[in-house]
């Protein structure tokens, strides 16, 4: 397992997680993960949080690449998911959006839920909606980076590469509202409709986290990039910019 670590000290390590692997076992997970790794590394793990999570200060989907924040003792842990669930962490993604989004910039705030039909999915609805118990408030802000046609389809598919900064942190957040602003990620197997085009050779789905803003526990602020990964980049390349 090629997991790089970007950062360490004696309270937190930062991995640039490649995609294709799940950064910890939930329900019938049966293959290696993140966590599996780092805890072979720094069998220390074993003693922060609680399994199977241990150290993880937050979740990145199985094929999400980028950047994964893990703490090495408890109290670390306990500081850097404060900062989470009080929404003071700034992270961006890069992510590959189907079609056009028209507007260069923009703010989606919905309410979000599990899906009735797809106990896999995530579902999005307006604040006003009152149809359905449990939903909780999601907030994303995005804005365009660049506009793509396709010219290996007769289609001319189109695309749109976003900035996208999480001001909450819900299960398939920008997946759920990607989709819902009806130009889900190329690639998303689960997000995507049964019309979306993708770009030939993508396996998995254009998201990345490219960028973490946060205090640790010694008091100092620090911010941490991933580059976007060799496959994502090869992939823009088969595109041509649209004018």
């Given at each position: ?30 293959e290696?993960?993140?966590i ?9 793990l ?16 199985k ?7 893990v ?25 590959l ?21 797809d ?5 999005a ?7 359905k ?6 907030i ?5 980076l ?5 010219p ?70 620090k911010?941490f ?19």
């Amino acid at each position: 397992m090629d997991v790089k670590i970007i950062y360490e000290d004696e309270n937190v390590l930062v991995v640039d997680k490649p995609a294709g692997i799940v950064v910890f076992p939930e329900g019938q997970t049966t293959e290696n993960t993140v966590i599996d790794y780092l805890v072979e590394k720094f069998p220390a793990l074993n003693n922060v949080g609680e399994a199977p999570r241990y150290g993880i200060a937050h979740r990145l989907d199985k094929d999400t690449s980028g950047i994964l924040l893990v703490a090495k003792n408890t109290e670390s842990l306990i500081f850097l998911q404060k900062q989470f669930k009080n929404r003071e962490v700034e992270k961006k993604y890069a992510t590959l959006a189907t079609g056009v989004v028209k507007e260069n910039s923009g703010i989606i705030h919905t309410l979000i839920g599990r899906a009735k039909n797809d106990p896999r999915k995530q579902v999005a609805h307006s604040l006003e909606y009152k149809g359905k118990k449990g939903l909780r408030e999601a907030i994303t802000e995005y804005k365009v980076l660049e506009r793509f046609t396709d010219p290996s389809t007769s289609l001319r598919a189109s695309y749109t590469l976003l900035e996208v900064k999480i001001k909450t942190g819900r299960k398939h957040q920008i997946r759920c509202h990607l989709a819902y602003l009806k130009n889900p990620i190329a690639g998303d197997k689960i997000y995507g409709f049964k019309n979306s085009p993708i770009p030939e050779g993508l396996g998995r789905q254009f998201l990345h986290a490219s960028y973490l803003k946060i205090l640790l526990s010694d008091g100092v602020i620090k911010e941490f990039n991933s580059d976007l990964p060799k496959e994502l980049i090869s992939i823009l390349k088969t595109l041509n910019t649209k004018s």
